[in-house]
């Protein structure tokens, strides 16, 4: 059975940082790519950051006034680890993060339609 467990967030302050990471398990993950996406209450689920499976293509979201890419890194560990620094982060971050897979990596980036998603880790930040 395939599973993907995120695990890291929590509540945080304005300013301050978290380390979410993803591990994946229950087959091979080596040819996969991995991402993050976000759902905020009542928003739908967005996307924020992907890596190929050898992690040297990674892809960020650019939010229509916030840039994500200048406060997130996205960095792929072994095959099955993936994992996502977030620094400065601001009241709008505050959302359910999910981790994702897919053989494509547009299946994340462009579609939107990864084949596995984990259950999500809640991310709390106050002002």
């Known amino acids: 059975q395939v599973q993907l467990v995120e695990s890291g967030g929590g509540l945080v302050q304005a300013g301050d940082s978290l380390r979410l990471s993803c591990v994946a398990s229950?087959?091979?993950?080596?040819?996969?790519?991995m991402g993050w996406f976000r759902q905020a209450p009542g928003k739908e689920r967005e996307f924020v950051a992907a890596?190929?499976?050898?992690?040297?293509?990674?892809?960020?979201?650019h939010y229509a006034e916030d840039s994500v890419k200048a406060r997130f890194t996205i960095t792929r560990g072994n095959e099955s680890t993936v994992t996502l620094q977030m620094n400065s982060l601001k009241p709008e971050d505050t959302a359910v993060y999910y981790c994702?897979?897919?053989?494509?990596?547009?299946?994340?980036?462009?579609?939107?339609?990864?084949?596995?998603w984990g259950q999500g880790t809640q991310v709390t930040v106050s002002s």
């Open positions: 890596t190929s499976r050898s992690g040297f293509n990674v892809y960020t979201a």
């Open positions: 994702a897979a897919s053989p494509a990596s547009s299946n994340l980036v462009e579609r939107r339609r990864p084949d596995y």
């Open positions: 229950g087959r091979s993950f080596s040819t996969y790519a």
